[in-house]
């Protein structure tokens, strides 16, 4: 085998770029919603003075609208993930 032919065997497909692009970019936009959610919004939680179902709704934001959001996050990753993988032809058969 040449070096050339070792070069052109290395190199990634189109398809495989637009792949690996779109899933850095959705990657990059959940961890920052991630980091909005945990650190954003818990500190500035305290300023939200007023209850909700009897306990201030700080705690509710930082106690349970995260967990919320952490979810929400892991389940349009793996939709999202799934879609893509069929749109580009890698994805796993059932």
């Known amino acids: 085998m040449t070096f050339h032919n070792e070069v052109t065997a290395m190199q990634v497909s189109e398809n495989h770029q637009r792949y690996w692009q ?34 201030p709704f700080s ?14 996050i892991i389940a349009y990753y793996a939709w999202y993930m799934n879609k893509l993988d069929q749109e580009h032809g890698v ?4």
């Open 22 to 55: 779109k899933n850095l970019r959705i990657t990059a936009i959940l961890l920052f919603i991630w980091f909005v959610v945990t650190f954003v919004v818990g500190f500035f939680a305290r300023d939200l003075s007023f209850n909700f179902f009897g306990w």
């Open 91 to 94: 994805a796993e058969e059932e």
């Open 59 to 72: 705690f509710w934001v930082g106690a349970q609208g995260s967990l919320v959001v952490y979810v929400a």
